[in-house]
């Protein structure tokens, strides 16, 4: 859900909301950072990393513009993934401009020309930008491609390519979203980068730890959720952080934690960093792993992951 402030501003300010849609893997999450200018969104190779709407918000002289990267939209098969595309489709009633992500390394597929169906709609009422992303990792001819593609399965408002690891138009694409913005007021304080509250930004650092390196069914089975963050007593300078990373079953509890806890400890690690670099604060990080049976399918246990 988006909501908006009214905070004081200069004639012509824009200010307002776009969203980046896609299917699984299009580089939403990677574009949003790069707008942003700094992480607000856990990125990673597998599919289906972003799970709820990551706000990152970026505050210019002429405008804010809060950008909502999405989960992929996917034709779902558990009740997660339902639940997942209800974000999508909630996100796009309520925002200003949209972003339609396609990798430039993949050819526009079913899944695109679904989504840019699904769009068709929407813009009637909303305008739609096609981004054609990941432009590093291609030559120009294989870009022309991807952009001709675009130009076939739908009428969009703009077509750009974009790379958001070498930057390459990335500073134009804010231009365009900024410029279908609405005239507003401020709505987040100057320099707030996102407004994700600690906890849940902490669950995904770990996340993205615990995904790197893990067997292809395993992604998707694996759910963070932060039971307690505090200082510890006595101490101004260190952070403790109990978390718990749930799989589905047995088998894969033994993966994440793998022989003699050593891959359990690699992911504390690399996720300890990241989220010492988040909070700007020593962090004592206590993570365990448990067995929540079919979690993805499980009303009750969603809701208790927060899904």
């Known amino acids: 859900m988006v909501c908006r402030d009214n905070g004081a501003v200069s004639d012509g300010y824009r200010a307002g909301f776009a969203c980046f849609v896609g299917r699984p893997n299009a580089g939403k999450s990677t574009l949003t950072n790069a707008l942003v200018g700094t992480k607000v969104a856990i990125m990673s190779d597998r599919p289906q990393t972003t799970r709820h709407a990551v706000r990152g918000i970026v505050t210019r002289p002429d405008a804010q513009l809060v950008v909502v990267d999405t989960p992929g939209f996917h034709k779902p098969r558990t009740l997660l993934g339902e639940r997942l595309n209800d974000v999508v489709k909630a996100t796009l009633a309520e925002v200003d401009v949209i972003g339609f992500c396609v990798p430039a390394d993949e050819k526009v597929g079913p899944g695109d020309r679904y989504i840019a169906a699904e769009l068709a709609a929407v813009a009637r009422r909303t305008p ?17 491609a991807r952009l001709l593609e675009l130009t076939e399965i739908g009428d969009f408002a703009e077509v750009v390519p974009v790379s958001a690891r070498d930057g390459f138009q990335v500073g134009l694409l804010a231009d365009l979203l900024v410029a279908r913005l609405p005239e507003g007021r401020v709505m987040y304080p100057d320099g707030e980068l996102t407004d994700e509250p600690e906890r849940v930004m902490v669950a ?59 891959r359990l ?16 604060s020593r962090v004592y990080l206590d993570l365990r792993v448990k067995v929540a049976k079919d979690w993805q399918r499980d009303p009750k246990q969603l809701r208790r992951l927060g899904f």
Do not use: F, N, W
């Not at 739609?128 to 022309?144: E, H, P, S």
């Not at 504390?268 to 990241?274: D, E, F, K, L, N």
């Open 204 to 262: 995904e650092l770990i996340r993205e730890a615990a995904l790197e390196g893990v067997r292809d069914e395993l992604p998707h089975s694996i759910a963070v959720l932060v039971e307690d963050m505090r200082p510890r007593e006595g101490r101004d300078d260190l952070l403790d952080v109990e978390a718990v990373m749930y799989v589905e079953r047995e088998s894969q509890k033994g993966i994440v934690i793998g022989t003699g806890g050593e």
């Open 265 to 280: 400890r690699a992911v504390g690690t690399t996720a300890r960093r990241q989220i010492e670099a988040l909070l700007g």
């Open 128 to 144: 739609v930008l096609a981004i054609v992303t990941k432009t590093d990792l291609v030559g120009r001819d294989v870009v022309g």
